[in-house]
């Protein structure tokens, strides 16, 4: 199981920023997909998902309306496109393979996690 996150670093408020996580095919081709976010002393907390065809969607209320969430199904790639960003937005994000299809944004449905991709907004 690998899946690779890139594109986080350091923007100041109102900047863009977007995420990239490459998942192997064999273990997502079926899978919904999500991007979750950890800041220093929180709970990790949902951002955003997508159903295993990328037909649907979901969002965190925070982010809702700046963030996208894609996929693009023959490159086994999920993106987080982020923009509006703010200085909550500051947390690792991590991307992970859900066991279902569907686009669910319950932790406890997600059974593969990537490494983590550190994302800091200034203000």
């Known amino acids: ?21 490459v998942v192997s095919r064999r273990t997502a081709s079926n899978n919904g997909l999500g ?17 295993w065809r990328g037909g649907s969607a979901n969002y965190g209320d ?12 023959g490159a086994s790639t999920v993106y987080l496109q982020m923009n509006s960003l703010k200085p909550e937005d500051t947390a690792v ?14 932790v406890e449905s997600y059974n593969y996690w990537g490494q983590g991709t550190l994302v800091t907004v200034s203000s």
């Open 1 to 21: 199981v690998q899946l690779q996150a890139s594109g986080g670093g350091s923007v100041q408020t109102g900047g863009s920023l977007r995420l990239s996580c």
């Open 35 to 51: 991007w979750f976010r950890q800041a220093p002393g929180k709970e990790r907390e949902f951002v955003a998902s997508v159903d």
């Open 62 to 73: 925070s982010v809702k309306g700046r963030f996208t969430i894609s996929r693009d199904y």
């Open 93 to 106: 994000y991590y991307c992970a393979v859900a066991r279902s299809s569907a686009s669910t944004s319950r």
